[in-house]
């Protein structure tokens, strides 16, 4: 499903790649374009934005004119291989062509072999993609079922909680606060209903939100999240200038994020002539609010490069005082896909005396890293004294954190899963040279000009599509 900002990459992609090369860079990468492209969009004119927005919704008329939508809700045996194939591969095989109601049962069923965690979150994201009243109907519902259906899994059920934060739909406050105020729940998935709550910044919600930060009782990483929640929400509220420190003037594509997430803290311009550095000795600081050390945290993720990557890597390997920071640091990480995270990353899953929501989120950006060409000077790293493929070494960490002899906690060998299946994903989809038939990219080289990247990737967190 195409949005306005993916319909305006497809025009313009490559044009901003001539331009790219016009300016010396000879070759471009995913993120050097995607931040090129965003400073384009962003100087659009509303009304070339509304062009967009109009040729999207033409597009979907057409198409749902000219095609049947099949409904998947029953698998048949000439597709039942592509169907299998797709759970492990996590592509979604051409016949997948979901209607609303076949995503319904997908989500809404329990957690098993027929319906793997890896294709239902896929499910989840498609959901998001729609963002219609009837999607965020269905997400409340699975989020809410725990009560009634325990087979939920947390990671489903904290990662709808997310995505409804990110559709920021006041829709979902009742079933989020629900769930939040619930201490019989999970910790995790209460986490992500304070953080969407947050994200949606309803003043409905801040009487709950200041309640539990408040709260001697609550579990620290609720209170923490309920406290980051209210002052961002109030932050918010206030028009996000408590400061009175304006952004500058954006002159260049380094200023913008490159991620379309809502974040759970803004990055603090203030922060823009400190050094990173110093940024990271902010973040560092126990005596700080947690807030403030969120903007530097998220500061240091728009900022990008190695130097950054050290300082949140230190971040989640170093810092005692939070459980809630190391997570969103390890979620960052993450979005940042840098290589140089793979140290402070397998650290953090192969602490087994780490909060579990930390591991998790460690494991899933595991999943999302970029790595060098094999054969080139970066592509290797060190593993038991063995020089190995940075990549092979992910893969296998990972791989080895998804069996129960050796990963105990149910929510990290899930998320390993998860991530081997954005692995799979994201690396096929970034390199773009041929796949040997029966390896483990095959699945995605297959289908990858029938599958959108939009609707698929579950830990970048991005609307980018395949800019």
């Known amino acids: 499903m195409r949005t306005p900002f993916l319909t305006f990459c497809d025009d313009t992609r490559e044009s901003v790649t001539?331009?790219?090369?016009?300016?010396?860079?000879?070759e471009p990468t995913k993120r050097d374009v995607l931040k090129k492209l965003l400073s384009l969009w962003q100087a659009l004119s509303d009304e070339d934005k509304d062009g967009y927005k109009q040729k999207v919704a033409l597009a979907k008329a057409n198409s749902a004119k000219e095609e049947d939508v099949a409904d998947t809700s029953s698998i048949s045996p000439s597709n039942e291989q592509d169907v299998a194939n797709s759970a492990r591969s996590g592509v979604v095989a051409p016949s997948w062509h979901p209607t609303i109601e076949t995503l319904r049962e997908s989500v809404l069923a329990p957690n098993s072999?027929?319906?793997?965690?890896?294709?239902?979150?896929?499910a989840i994201y498609y959901l998001r993609s729609i963002g219609s009243p009837e999607a965020i109907e269905i997400l409340c519902a699975t989020l809410k079922s725990h009560a009634v259906n325990p087979p939920h899994s947390p990671l489903l059920r904290h990662e709808i909680a997310y995505v409804l934060g990110q559709l920021q739909d006041e829709a979902a406050c009742e079933v989020l606060e629900s769930v939040l105020n619930d201490p019989s729940d999970n910790v995790m998935v209460r986490h992500e209903c304070a953080e969407?709550?947050?994200?949606?910044?309803?003043?409905?919600?801040?009487?709950?939100?200041?309640?539990?930060?408040?709260?001697?009782?609550?579990?620290?990483?609720?209170?923490?999240?309920?406290?980051?929640?209210r002052d961002f929400a109030l932050w918010k509220a206030t028009g996000g200038e408590e400061s009175g420190a304006a952004r500058p003037d954006v002159v260049c594509a380094c200023m913008l994020s490159p991620y379309s997430s809502h974040d759970p803290a803004p990055s603090d311009p203030a922060l823009d002539s400190l050094s990173t550095a110093e940024v990271g000795a902010i973040l560092h600081d126990i005596q700080r609010p947690l807030f403030e050390r969120y903007k530097a945290m998220f500061h240091l993720r728009n900022r990008g490069g190695s130097a950054a990557v050290t300082q949140l890597g230190l971040a989640l390997t170093d810092d005692?005082?939070?459980?809630?920071l190391r997570h969103e640091v390890a979620f960052v990480l993450g979005q940042m896909q840098h290589p140089a995270a793979l140290g402070a990353l397998e650290t953090s899953l192969e602490r087994t005396d780490e909060h579990s929501m930390v591991r998790h989120e460690a494991a899933e950006a595991l999943g999302s890293l970029e790595f060098p060409a094999e054969g080139s000077a970066e592509?290797?790293?060190?593993?038991?004294?063995?020089?190995?493929?940075?990549?092979?070494?992910?893969?296998?960490?990972?791989?080895?954190?998804?069996?129960?002899?050796?990963?105990?906690?149910?929510?990290?060998?899930?998320?390993?899963?998860?991530?081997?299946d954005a692995n799979d994903y994201w690396v096929s989809a970034m390199q773009q040279d041929d796949v040997p038939t029966g390896s483990e990219h095959a699945g995605f080289k297959e289908h990858k000009n029938s599958f959108e990247l939009s609707n698929a990737h579950f830990n970048i967190k991005m609307d980018s599509g395949n800019v």
């Open 18 to 26: 001539s331009t790219l090369h016009a300016e010396g860079v000879k």
């Open 113 to 122: 072999a027929l319906s793997p965690a890896a294709q239902r979150m896929r």
């Open 196 to 229: 969407a709550l947050g994200a949606i910044g309803a003043a409905r919600s801040l009487p709950l939100l200041s309640q539990l930060a408040a709260s001697a009782t609550s579990d620290p990483e609720i209170q923490q999240t309920c406290e980051v929640a």
């Open 320 to 324: 005692t005082s939070s459980a809630l």
């Open 379 to 420: 592509a290797s790293g060190s593993m038991g004294g063995t020089e190995a493929p940075l990549l092979a070494r992910c893969l296998a960490l990972l791989r080895r954190h998804c069996h129960e002899e050796h990963e105990p906690d149910p929510v990290v060998r899930e998320s390993c899963d998860v991530a081997l």
